[in-house]
């Protein structure tokens, strides 16, 4: 893995990106009882100690289902439909992961083991969608205000934001920011060598990217060898949280 920091076009805050080895490193959907909700689940929060031995990083998943407009495929069933033409992450047996349009860039094979979508592609044939230029910022989620997220306070354009997608040597790359606007996320994934690439959870209480070094070879992953991409709201204890009701993402060494 790798990870830096970028000021993305027109911004003022530095965003962070992160570099991952998919032939290193495996994926797990992880999901929760609010989002996607339908458990139980095997694989849900906390992050049981066997698996801590091999976990590298976890990030936030999507928004909840009423809001994602898209479907939710694990553990051998259809939470949710899936949708043609959705953004989507696609985690297949054995952990590699790939991003794009489901219907398109991917489809359902007997190695497909998990789908999360959420709205449409940010970042299409490594450059931003149309959706992702356009003026219709709202297209990408209600946001909070920018003191506040109660429902009486307008959403604002520039928000805190998250997104993945992949290269085209299959690494995968996480942007997450303050003050971010859907082209500025994209224009990030796209600095980053993103060929298709989607948007994540939004807004200050949900985007969240930690990094786990234990001291020694065989340690286990935990909260306090944890250390986050960019500093918010949320901390590397969320995924061991047994309350984190919301699906997240895991890489592990392989």
Do not use: K
């Amino acid at each position: 893995m790798y990870e830096t920091t970028l000021v993305p076009p027109g911004g003022s805050q530095p965003a962070g990106l992160a570099w991952m080895d998919t032939n290193l490193l495996a994926g797990r959907l992880y999901s929760g009882s609010r989002s996607p909700g339908g458990g139980p689940f095997r694989y849900t929060a906390p992050i049981a100690p066997a698996l801590a031995r091999s976990l590298v990083a976890a990030f936030n998943g999507g928004f909840m289902m009423n809001a994602a407009q898209g479907g939710y495929l694990t553990e051998g069933r259809t939470i949710r439909p899936l949708r043609r033409g959705a953004a989507s992450l696609v985690i297949y047996a054995g952990g590699s992961i790939n991003v794009g349009s489901w219907g398109s860039d991917m489809r359902m094979t007997p190695e497909v083991i998990a789908v999360r979508q959420n709205l449409a592609p940010l970042v299409a044939r490594g450059r931003p969608t149309a959706l992702a230029r356009s003026a219709d910022w709202q297209a990408w989620g209600a946001t909070c205000g920018a003191s506040s997220c109660a429902a009486s306070v307008p959403g604002i354009e520039h928000q805190w934001r998250s997104a993945v997608g992949v290269t085209a040597n299959g690494a995968l790359v996480y942007a997450q920011g303050p003050t971010l606007d859907p082209l500025q996320l994209a224009r990030l994934l796209v600095r980053a060598g993103v060929l298709r690439g989607m948007e994540l959870d939004i807004n200050p209480d949900w985007p969240v990217f930690a990094t786990y070094r234990p001291a020694s070879e065989h340690g286990q992953a935990a909260p306090s060898n944890g250390h986050v991409l960019t500093a918010g709201v949320r901390g590397p204890d969320t995924f061991f949280d047994g309350w984190w009701a919301r699906d997240f993402i895991t890489m592990s060494a392989r």
